[in-house]
């Protein structure tokens, strides 16, 4: 989850905002509001390359961003 940190605390909207948004799904799964099937379907849509690759302008940063999201999706199971 330092990876999501990192990107949260980033100068950069796009990865700030997928990164909140995986942080949350991923409280929303240790409390049972999200299924892990759930889970991991939009942990994976907030990686999906056509719409990451779009928006993203700095490579270190969204490799940073895909690895802490898949750290949350191993979660899922």
Do not use: F, H
């Amino acid at each position: 989850m330092n990876e999501l940190t990192e990107c949260i605390n980033s100068n950069k909207p796009w990865a700030a905002a997928r990164a909140q948004m995986a942080y949350l799904i991923g409280q929303g799964l240790q409390t049972g509001e999200v299924s892990p099937a759930e889970a991991k379907e939009l942990l994976e849509d907030l990686i999906r390359s056509d719409k990451l690759d779009a928006e993203a302008d700095d490579m270190a940063l969204k490799a940073l961003l895909v690895t802490g999201i898949y750290s949350v999706i191993q979660v899922c199971g």
